[in-house]
Nanobody, 123 residues
Framework: VQLQASGGGLVQPGGSLRLSCVVRGFRVDYYAIGWFRQVPGKEREGVSCISSGDGINYYVDSEKGRFTTLRDNAEGTVYLQMNSLKPEDTAVYYC?????????????????WGQGTQVTVSS
């Protein structure tokens, strides 16, 4: 089971980024896939999750309406589309799979992690 996150970068406030999480070793729709983010000195926080049953959860109030989680089963990829980015969205973003197949905002419920991708929102 492998996950690989990519798509981070430097973007100005108000800009957009699309993060990708490519999964290998299992069907992307078999497990719940979550997105998390972490800034130095803080705990990793849940951003969103898509369950094996296509249920989608967003865990940060400030992201609602700005972030969208999508899954492409044919590509084996889960995306996090981030619009209207703010400086406070700056973090390292991670994707992870939970073998329970249901979503959770808690990182301890996830079994397999990809490497992080840095998102920096700054003018």
């Amino acid at each position: 089971v492998q996950l690989q996150a990519s798509g981070g970068g430097l973007v100005q406030p108000g800009g957009s980024l699309r993060l990708s999480c490519v999964v290998r070793g299992f069907r992307v729709d078999y497990y719940a896939i979550g997105w998390f983010r972490q800034v130095p000195g803080k705990e990793r926080e849940g951003v969103s999750c898509i369950s094996s049953g296509d249920g989608i959860n967003y865990y940060v109030d400030s992201e609602k309406g700005r972030f969208t989680t999508l899954r492409d089963n044919a590509e084996g990829t889960v995306y996090l589309q981030m619009n209207s980015l703010k400086p406070e969205d700056t973090a390292v973003y991670y994707c992870a799979a939970t073998f329970s197949r249901t979503c959770s905002p808690h990182m301890t419920d996830y079994n397999s992690w990809g490497q992080g991708t840095q998102v920096t929102v700054s003018s």
